[in-house]
């Protein structure tokens, strides 16, 4: 059987891996954001016309994450 020194470890450990996950999770999230923008800014300098479809099509991908 488990003891509870052993329940114990194994409760912080899983738990400090969660939040090592999470901050990892939020740092990708936050700057993947800049790639995605200066790749429109490239657009926008190459074809006018196509970064205004590569836009509206972001702004909608963006708004059904927030919800």
Known sequence: MI???DLY???IF??????????????FEVNSGEKQQQKVAQVVKEK???AAHTMAA????ASTKTR
Not at 14 to 27: D, E, P
Not at 58 to 61: A, G, K, V
């Open 9 to 11: 470890r194994l409760a």
């Open 3 to 5: 003891s509870d020194d």
């Open 58 to 61: 972001n702004t909608t991908s």
């Open 48 to 50: 006018p016309s196509a």
């Open 14 to 27: 899983l738990g400090s891996a969660a939040m090592v996950l999470i901050v990892v999770y939020h740092y």
